[in-house]
Nanobody, 121 residues
Framework: QVQLLESGGGLVQPGGSLRLSCAASGSISSTNAMGWYRQAPGKQRELVAVITSGGNTNYADSVKGRFTIARGNAKNTVNLQMNSLKPEDTAVYYC???????????????WGQGTQVTVSS
C-alpha cells in the first residue's frame, strides 16, 4: 500500500510564502511523476503543478511565475514553493503521484489527504 503525506499548509497573509512537502511511502518500485492539485470551496479539483521523473514541469496558468515544484532530497518526495500568495490561492492542496508499485504491475495514481492553505489578511 502506498501512502502520501503532505505538510506545510497554514494561514498566511497575501504576498506571503509557504512551502508544501509531500512524501510517498510504501510499496514503490518507481515514481513516474509527482505533483500538486488543489480544491477550493465550491470548485472542482484542479492541477497546480506536476514534475516527471525526467524533470519536466507543468504549471497552472494562475500560478506560473509564483510557484515552483521540485523533487525533494529524499526519495519519493516533492516540494511546492509558493510565493506571492493571493487570496484566490486558498484551497485544500493535495499531493498526487503516479507510481509503479512493483514489477509486472501497472502504474497507479495515488492521492494524499490534503493540507489546508488559507491566504487572508
Amino acid at each position: 500500500q502506498v501512502q502520501l503525506l503532505e505538510s506545510g499548509g497554514g494561514l498566511v497573509q497575501p504576498g506571503g510564502s509557504l512551502r508544501l512537502s509531500c512524501a510517498a511511502s510504501g510499496s514503490i518500485s518507481s515514481t513516474n511523476a509527482m505533483g500538486w492539485y488543489r480544491q477550493a470551496p465550491g470548485k472542482q479539483r484542479e492541477l497546480v503543478a506536476v514534475i516527471t521523473s525526467g524533470g519536466n514541469t507543468n504549471y497552472a496558468d494562475s500560478v506560473k511565475g509564483r510557484f515552483t515544484i521540485a523533487r525533494g532530497n529524499a526519495k519519493n518526495t516533492v516540494n511546492l514553493q509558493m510565493n506571492s500568495l493571493k487570496p484566490e490561492d486558498t484551497a485544500v492542496y493535495y499531493c498526487n503521484a503516479n507510481i509503479n508499485p512493483g514489477p509486472l504491475v501497472k502504474n497507479y495514481v495515488y492521492w494524499g489527504q490534503g493540507t489546508q492553505v488559507t491566504v487572508s489578511s
